[in-house]
């Protein structure tokens, strides 16, 4: 009797129609894709990662030590690792082929001086994380405080090196080294020495003067008015260019800014 039933369902148009949208139905649901935790998947909107976007916050890792003004080595998720300082270019120390150039010691000296007896940590852009030699690119931090925009407005790096998407405080970099370009301070002392393709330390010498330019921003300074045209935030205790004299509370910093 259910057999003659289930088959009369077929022969109506009625039935028919209505048998055909429950198995559709059921397919439609069978197919809706879930993750692991079984909710629904969202679906693409299409929508791009701003290049503004977080990408993990801030990571502390454990400084190996300062390799020259925009690198060094780290212990990062259980291994020693190089880190290039993304979005800054210092000059040169070592370099095989161009040597060591004018501000390259002193850029160096000040990159360790700000990681030394800090808690150090990096932050990651949304774009590529390591270069073609397998460093990761990071900005770096000090007590919380960038690195990279120290060593600019203090005249001791450029810009350079950009590679969207990788651009998140390339404002902030600009303008602390338009701040260095407009002191004249630093890379900045020496007329067409730091170019958009790195330093031309030939031009340095042929200028003349860069290791007097270089002894001159490590002071000493005859009041804070003067270190602060080329430090404005003042000087650590170990900086060339601190003097007890300039620190009267004895906090070890000299010429802070108030």
């Known amino acids: 009797m259910a057999n003659r039933k289930s088959t009369s369902m077929w022969k109506s148009p009625a039935g028919a129609v209505a048998v055909l949208l429950v198995i559709a139905i059921i397919y439609f649901l069978a197919e809706i894709p879930e993750d692991e935790s079984g909710q629904e998947s969202p679906t693409d909107t299409g929508e791009h990662i701003p290049a503004d976007a977080p ?23 259980g291994k020693e690792q190089n880190v290039r300082y993304l979005l800054i270019d210092t000059p040169e120390t070592n370099h095989p082929q161009l040597g060591k150039q004018p501000f390259g010691d002193r850029a160096k000296e000040r990159n360790r001086e700000l990681l030394a007896n ?18 990761l690119l990071a900005y770096v931090y000090a007590d919380g405080e960038s690195v990279q925009e120290k060593l600019l407005e203090e005249g001791l790096a450029r810009v350079g090196y950009v590679y969207p998407p990788n651009t998140r405080h390339l404002e902030s970099y600009e303008q602390a080294e338009k701040r260095a370009k407009d002191r004249r301070t630093g890379i900045w002392s020496i007329e067409d020495y730091a170019t958009e393709r790195g ?59 108030s």
Request: aromatic content about 8%; glycine content about 12%; proline content about 3%.
């Open 55 to 77: 990408a993990e916050g801030l990571i502390t890792v454990e400084l190996v030590r300062t390799i020259d003004g925009d690198t060094i080595k780290i212990r990062y998720r």
């Open 118 to 135: 800090s808690e150090v940590a990096i932050e990651f852009d949304i774009g590529q994380r390591t270069d073609k030699y397998g460093r």
């Open 199 to 257: 330093f031309d330390a030939e031009k340095a010498e042929r200028s003349g003067g860069s290791r007097d330019r270089q002894n001159k921003d490590a002071g000493p300074f005859a009041n804070c008015r003067e270190l602060r045209s080329v430090y404005p935030e003042g000087v650590k205790r170990g900086h060339p260019a601190y003097s007890e004299r300039h620190d009267g509370d004895g906090d070890g910093m000299a010429c802070e800014a």
